[in-house]
């Protein structure tokens, strides 16, 4: 089969992000032809150093990549075609596969929710108005009766491999083991965070902390809060019982290896927040805002599913440092990180859970086979 997945930037990281890994999910476990159309490929590059962001057309990882441009040009319609996000794929290519014999299927993969009515629009058709076509809509979530979340096949297996070692993990990151008595953090979350009242938080911490902050445009506001100009990959700055060292920007494979390997992470979006549940450690995660504070509503369908099964205790710390990561209210640091050891505990078990589920790679597929 060909598919055609078609992705707008707008998260600049969190959905082509996520498509980007569906893509090569795609192509190197199910032998699909991918076409990935994506309207800014400045946002790839990083992802995937191998990606020319100036070419129209390149093949990366077993995957087409297209520059999805304003002039589309006249494009056969895939067999299976993906509008991520609600993108809207374009009006001539939504006419090609009006005219086409067989009509392909038109899937719009939704962003991620907890919430409990994702259930019920999962796999929904929705007949479209205008042309001979039938969008059908593809949820990802936490339950067998959604579309379950991004995993590839070996992916907890690699993950228990380095884990079992982390120092093979710092030495492929090329960073030095953690301290003994040290509490190791990845930080990666939107310029609106509380910054300041985190960072005060980890400088006046009962134990040391250690962040390790990926390069981004968090480094202004982090520069500023030490009385820097600026800061760049390799800088160390040290306060209180805080050490920050900026990582230069890690590519996917690399990312997750640090996830592995942190006590602690700070995550944001989509793509990220996944990754750190497989990662099987304490995760922070901050929502992308919405209006009407609808965010906080999917915050709390998250936290309802995720502290299920947890001591009243570990929930209560877990979810009022969620709220306030995501409310700007006052940060209590320690009382989430001493309980790292039991939130680990429960997170290695969430993920070894949500394991058993059907990942979305699959799904998809499965769902297209019995469809054409």
Sequence with gaps: MCWDIFCRVIDNLGDIGTCWRLARQLSSEHGISVRLWVDDLSSLQPLYPEVDKLADEQCCAGVE?????????D???????????????????????????????WINLEYLSAESWVEGCHLLPSPQPKLALTKV??????????????????????????????ARIWQRLNLPCPGQDETTVSLFCYNSAPITELLNAWQNSNQPVRCLLPEGQLLTRVASHFGRTSLGPGDKLVQ??????????????????????CDI??????????????AGKPLVWQIYVQDKNTHLVKLEAFLDRYCKGMEASDASIVRSFQHAW?????????????????LEAHARTWASDLAGQTDIASGLVNFC????
């Excluded at 990549?65 to 040009?73: D, G, L, M, N, Y």
């Design 369 to 372: 086979k019995n469809k054409l």
């Design 137 to 166: 809509f593809f949820f990802p979530g936490f339950t067998p009766k959604t579309g379950g979340l991004l995993r590839e096949a070996d992916l907890l297996t690699r993950r228990d491999a380095l884990q079992r070692d982390p």
């Design 265 to 278: 992470n700070f995550v944001r979006g989509e793509d990220s927040f996944v990754r750190a549940q497989w």
């Design 75 to 105: 494009t056969v319609p895939a067999e299976v075609v993906i509008e991520a996000f609600g993108c809207e794929v374009p009006e001539s290519y939504q006419s090609a596969m009006a005219q086409t014999t067989t009509k392909p299927l």
């Design 240 to 261: 209180g019982k805080l050490s920050l060292l900026v990582l230069p920007f890690l590519r996917q494979e690399e990312y997750d290896l640090l996830l592995w390997a």
């Design 326 to 342: 995501n409310e700007h209210k006052p940060l209590n640091w320690d009382d989430f990180a001493i309980q790292s050891t039991t």
């Design 65 to 73: 990549i297209r520059h999805w441009t304003v002039s589309f040009p």
